[in-house]
Structure formats: C-alpha cells, structure tokens
C-alpha cells in the first residue's frame, strides 16, 4: 500500500477530508525565513495562496503576530485550485514581529492557524505537534531587530 491509498482506507471523515483535499493555504516568500532585512523602512509583503477546494477569495497579513489583518492585494487572477500572488505594502519599524498571512476560499473556508488544529484534534500545542494529513495551517515568519527572519512556528 501506498501513502495515498491508505488515506482513502480511512473511516473517520476527518482524516479522510485532511488527506484527500488540501483547505485554503498561504505563504508569505518575502520576506521568509533565512532571508535577510536590510533596516527599518519600506517592504513589500509578498507571498502565494491556494486552495484544493475552490479559488482564492481572500488573503489577509498581519505584521502584529495576528492581532490585527488587513486585506491583502490579489496580483494575479484566483482560479479554482490555482496559485495566487497577493502584496501588501508595509513599513517596518525595526523592531522584533511576527508576519503571516491567512487565506480564504471561495467557498468561505478560512486557513486555520496550528492552534485551531490542535483544539480540534484535542491535542496539546508543543513544538512536539504533527498535523494530521496535508498541513495548511498560517505559517509564522519572526522577523528579529537585526533584520534576520526565521521559522516561529517550530520554536
């Protein structure tokens, strides 16, 4: 047996809809984890959305570790499971944050962060957490004073 065909052996629906379809999911590129901010100033926040289960309707970025969201621009045209690219302008302080994005399909779907996936699976959140099935949760870049950026899901 392969990995697909054990998914599609699965009788709890939960496990079946987390590994056959993929939900909504972003990723901000730029800036992303290992690249290098050079100071304080003006950046473009920059990234990719998809969705396994329509087109891309929404996508959100918070530079506040998601306190506060605010619409993204849709650079290129949101087909059904298609990649979108979407910016948002922003001036960084330079001081330490937290970045990412979040995406909505148009079914009304809203990607979920690694604490929502947790609280459903009745799952502790530790550094120690898998997700089960295909992994869409928000992805956290941690931007440090000096610039440097850096993984925040996994620390």
């Known amino acids: 047996?392969?990995?697909?065909?054990y998914g599609h052996l699965q009788k709890d629906p939960r496990t079946i809809a987390l590994t056959t379809q993929i939900g909504p999911k972003s990723v901000i590129t730029r800036p992303a984890g290992g690249q290098q901010m050079?100071?304080?100033?003006?950046?473009?926040?920059?990234?990719?959305?998809?969705?396994?289960?329509?087109?891309v309707r929404r996508v959100e970025v918070s530079t506040d570790g998601g306190k506060m969201w605010k619409d993204a621009e849709l650079r290129t045209p949101a087909y059904r499971m298609a990649h979108t690219r979407?910016?948002?302008?922003?001036?960084?302080?330079?001081?330490?944050?937290?970045?990412?994005?979040?995406?909505?399909?148009d079914v009304g779907t809203v990607q979920p962060t690694r604490a929502q996936v947790a609280k459903f699976w009745n799952e502790p959140l530790t550094p120690m957490f898998q997700v089960k099935g295909a992994d869409n949760t928000v992805q956290v870049w941690r931007i440090m004073s000096d610039g440097s950026v850096h993984n925040a899901n996994f620390s």
Request: aromatic residues 16%; glycine residues 16%; negative net charge.
């Open 86 to 105: 979407f910016a948002l302008p922003w001036t960084w302080d330079g001081k330490a944050c937290e970045i990412m994005s979040r995406c909505t399909d």
């Open 38 to 55: 050079s100071g304080p100033g003006y950046y473009e926040i920059t990234g990719l959305a998809w969705s396994g289960g329509g087109a």
């Open 1 to 5: 047996m392969t990995y697909n065909d």
